[in-house]
């Protein structure tokens, strides 16, 4: 288990509009029951009978994390979203569909990830963060040698790395450094393989949007 930054900084936007009288109420009364203590977290001791342990990093407005948590009640769902509008949009569905197999942190996902054992992940997405698109702020993104070198950590042999971004410079950059580590094997054959969303992506709202500058890109990477 890696030791916690001393220096941990999340970019980019906290809180936007005032919340909604139920999300507030979520807050309150929901979060609490699914938040990750602030010490080392065993996986399977929230989930003894887990099949599998995914991780989302930055969920956003929750509708992929839930999707796939009500999708398959068999594996636990850690995922970790800073934007409290987007957390508590989160706990919204999360409630909707009385999901049991879900934990959250509200702040940053190195912060989960530096409670997690070695090889206590299947899965770890990063969907659409934040491009920082400027060239002053490219240092903000979350895929940098660092991230990469603890998603090697949490990760098991066999488990699969999903990236998607909707700005063509990011993909350049997460293939560029991803290749570059020797924790990881892209697995596209075929330009049809970054193209296309996988078979059991559950898109979002903010997906649907096309902010970027390209269509989707996919990028799927397994640690070897």
Known sequence: ????????????????????????RLFETLAPTLALADAPFEPWAAMPAAAEVWLEAGFGAGEHLA??????????????????NGFAAGLAHIDDHALANVRLHHGDVRW???????????????????????????????????????AARVM???????????????????????????????????????????????????ERKRLGDCAPIWLEFERV
Do not use: C, N
């Open 1 to 24: 288990m890696s030791s916690q930054p001393s220096a941990l900084r999340t970019y980019g936007r906290v809180k936007s509009r005032s919340l909604k009288p139920r999300q507030a």
């Open 67 to 84: 999707g796939q948590a009500a999708r398959r009640p068999d594996v636990l769902l850690l995922g970790a979203e800073p934007f409290v």
């Open 112 to 150: 989960v990830m530096a409670r997690l054992p070695d090889a206590a992940i299947d899965r770890l997405y990063i969907l659409f963060p934040d491009p920082w698109p400027k060239m002053r702020h490219k240092k903000r993104r979350l895929v940098e040698p660092g991230f990469i070198a603890e």
């Open 156 to 206: 098991k042999r066999g488990a699969v790395l999903r990236f998607a971004t909707d700005w063509a410079d990011y993909a350049d950059w997460t293939l560029e450094r991803l290749l570059a580590s020797a924790a990881f094997r892209w697995t596209a054959e075929a330009a049809q393989d970054w193209r296309t969303s996988p078979a059991d992506h559950i898109p979002t709202r903010y």
